[in-house]
């Protein structure tokens, strides 16, 4: 039986509560203070991002876009993570209005990459240039059940030669018990990721029509007994346009909240995908409750300025117009040259969903196209997995990260990760853009830092890999 939303820690009506109550209504002073308050780093609770979701004065919203930026350059600098989502499978048992992988989507081409399949993908991923990877998958695997996603993630490790590898899996697998979360966690992974979709429980309900997935509490734990099993690093996310942006915004909040009370470490990674038309999924081209692009602005730069220390995660749903406004409001990781079909990166034509994939594009730009157009905007691209391979994971990495220390360390790694990237796989456009952009960074670095960074990147161009501090 699916539990009522009273037996969970996200208080449906104390939030209801918060986005009607005068105690919230935006009065410029009060707007104001937290704005100010907020670049001390230390974050909004509930009822202070509850002020934010309901302002609408442009010269305020211009102001909280101003403040969340500095927040993401403090603590991150201008450095933005790279990574490719995998789908190894678009099997699934679920009845997700949304999704092109529903259940009784009959038109759908269902298939569950084999280990070979799964090298090949990998090493059309890694003749790209890319250094880590998302594994994706429905949940519904072949005859052999989870020990198929374990060895999944082996044939991710194992592919390529050399530092032409895959340096580090983040996992989006649906919910699975504390063993299962034991035996991933043993597979070095680095972020387990899993979306709520919507915390409005009601919602929750209508757009889950059948499968295990319709359990909301089942769903909304799962963080919890990752972090029991030993995963110390967690994404959580929303699919926004399912319901009412401010309610979620709140209660993710209250999620990331609940982690920090109970483990002492709050989630590693916020997604904010937009709900974007799908295959076979009607409801994914009307949504319940739409977003428009100037909220979804809006949404970025909240959840930078109440949740400054996590990474803010942005795909390709999102238009490059759109894309790029979102760098500048907080996104500090983003996928680029993405399928989401399983299958699609060595498929005969690529770039072009078909019938299997899970959702619409709406970037489909090459990585090196992505790169490129970062450099020229003054963003660091990165490929760096260095926390994760030096232990600086979990409460290590917060301890870093919320007074902004961790800066010193992303700054020289992104910089001798790009230099990789140009070095073995850029074009020429790209590599051009890419040299006079870390120019720019290095003259901008701290004096220690840049010195670091300069020494990782004559050990680079030297013709060493996979330099990190």
Same mark, same amino acid.
């Given at each position: 039986?699916?539990?009522?939303?009273?037996?969970?820690?996200?208080?449906?009506?104390?939030?209801?509560?918060?986005?009607?109550?005068?105690?919230?209504?935006?009065?410029?002073?009060?707007?104001?203070?937290?704005?100010? #308050? =907020?670049?001390?780093?230390?974050?909004?609770?509930? &009822?202070? $991002? @509850?002020?934010?979701? *309901? +302002?609408?004065?442009?010269? !305020?919203?211009?102001?909280?876009?101003?403040?969340?930026?500095?927040?993401?350059?403090?603590?991150?600098?201008?450095?933005?993570?790279?990574?490719?989502?995998?789908?190894?499978?678009?099997?699934?048992?679920?009845?997700?209005?949304?999704?092109?992988?529903?259940?009784?989507?009959?038109?759908?081409?269902?298939?569950?990459?084999?280990?070979?399949?799964?090298?090949?993908?990998?090493?059309?991923?890694?003749?790209?240039?890319?250094?880590?990877?998302?594994?994706?998958?429905?949940?519904?695997?072949?005859?052999?059940?989870?020990?198929?996603?374990? #060895? =999944?993630?082996?044939?991710?490790?194992?592919?390529? &030669?050399? $530092? @032409?590898?895959?340096? *580090? +899996?983040?996992?989006?697998? !649906?919910?699975?018990?504390?063993?299962?979360?034991?035996?991933?966690?043993?597979?070095?992974?680095?972020?387990?990721?899993?979306?709520?979709?919507?915390?409005?429980?009601?919602?929750?309900?209508?757009?889950?029509?059948?499968?295990?997935?319709?359990?909301?509490?089942?769903?909304?734990?799962?963080?919890?007994?990752?972090?029991?099993?030993?995963?110390?690093?967690?994404?959580?996310?929303?699919?926004?346009?399912?319901?009412?942006?401010?309610?979620?915004?709140?209660?993710?909040?209250?999620?990331?909240?609940?982690?920090?009370?109970?483990?002492?470490?709050?989630?590693?990674?916020?997604?904010?995908?937009?709900?974007?038309? @799908?295959?076979?999924?009607?409801?994914?081209?009307?949504?319940?409750?739409?977003?428009?692009?100037?909220?979804?602005?809006?949404?970025?730069?909240?959840?930078?300025?109440?949740?400054?220390?996590?990474?803010?995660?942005?795909?390709?749903?999102?238009?490059?117009?759109?894309?790029?406004?979102?760098?500048?409001?907080?996104?500090?990781?983003?996928?680029?040259?993405?399928?989401?079909?399983?299958?699609?990166?060595?498929?005969?034509?690529?770039?072009?969903?078909?019938?299997?994939?899970?959702?619409?594009?709406?970037?489909?730009?090459?990585?090196?196209?992505?790169?490129?157009?970062?450099?020229?905007?003054?963003?660091?691209?990165?490929?760096?997995?260095?926390?994760?391979?030096?232990?600086?994971?979990?409460?290590?990495?917060?301890?870093?990260?919320?007074?902004?220390?961790?800066?010193?360390?992303?700054?020289?790694?992104?910089?001798?990760?790009?230099?990789?990237?140009?070095?073995?796989?850029?074009?020429?456009?790209?590599?051009?853009?890419?040299?006079?952009?870390?120019?720019?960074?290095?003259?901008?670095?701290?004096?220690?830092?840049?010195?670091?960074?300069?020494?990782?990147?004559?050990?680079?161009?030297?013709?060493?890999?996979?330099?990190?501090?």
């Amino acid at each position: 039986m699916t539990l009522t939303t009273t037996q969970t820690f996200i208080d449906h009506q104390r939030i209801e509560a918060l986005l009607r109550s005068p105690a919230t209504t935006p009065d410029p002073g009060r707007v104001g203070e937290l704005l100010d #308050r =907020a670049m001390d780093l230390k974050g909004l609770t509930t &009822e202070e $991002a @509850a002020v934010l979701t *309901r +302002v609408t004065d442009p010269e !305020a919203i211009g102001r909280m876009y101003e403040v969340a930026r500095t927040i993401k350059d403090t603590i991150y600098g201008r450095r933005l993570v790279i990574f490719a989502p995998l789908y190894i499978s678009n099997i699934c048992q679920n009845e997700c209005l949304y999704c092109g992988f529903r259940a009784s989507n009959r038109d759908l081409d269902r298939r569950a990459l084999d280990a070979p399949e799964i090298t090949q993908q990998v090493q059309a991923l890694i003749d790209q240039g890319h250094k880590r990877v998302l594994l994706v998958a429905g949940e519904g695997y072949p005859e052999d059940g989870f020990d198929y996603v374990l #060895r =999944a993630v082996r044939a991710v490790y194992a592919a390529g &030669e050399g $530092a @032409a590898n895959i340096r *580090r +899996v983040n996992v989006n697998v !649906a919910p699975l018990t504390i063993e299962e979360f034991r035996r991933l966690a043993g597979e070095a992974i680095g972020t387990y990721q899993l979306f709520q979709e919507t915390y409005h429980h009601p919602t929750y309900l209508e757009v889950h029509a059948g499968g295990r997935k319709r359990d909301y509490a089942w769903r909304l734990e799962a963080m919890d007994r990752a972090m029991e099993a030993g995963i110390d690093d967690v994404g959580i996310g929303v699919l926004f346009g399912l319901a009412d942006w401010r309610f979620e915004i709140l209660a993710m909040l209250e999620h990331a909240q609940h982690l920090e009370t109970q483990f002492g470490v709050g989630p590693h990674t916020i997604s904010v995908p937009r709900l974007e038309p @799908a295959p076979g999924a009607p409801l994914a081209t009307d949504p319940p409750q739409p977003v428009s692009d100037d909220e979804f602005k809006r949404i970025v730069a909240i959840l930078r300025i109440a949740v400054p220390y996590t990474g803010i995660i942005l795909s390709t749903r999102e238009s490059i117009a759109m894309r790029r406004a979102a760098f500048d409001l907080g996104v500090s990781q983003i996928s680029a040259g993405s399928r989401t079909e399983p299958g699609g990166y060595a498929a005969a034509h690529p770039g072009h969903e078909r019938e299997s994939c899970q959702f619409a594009l709406g970037d489909h730009r090459s990585l090196d196209e992505v790169i490129g157009d970062c450099a020229r905007l003054g963003y660091i691209p990165s490929f760096c997995t260095a926390c994760y391979r030096l232990g600086r994971t979990g409460a290590d990495f917060m301890d870093l990260a919320k007074p902004g220390a961790i800066k010193s360390h992303c700054d020289p790694n992104a910089l001798a990760t790009f230099m990789e990237y140009l070095l073995d796989y850029a074009s020429e456009d790209t590599q051009r853009a890419g040299r006079q952009c870390i120019d720019r960074a290095l003259a901008d670095l701290p004096t220690a830092a840049a010195s670091r960074a300069r020494q990782m990147l004559a050990e680079v161009q030297a013709g060493r890999r996979d330099v990190f501090c």
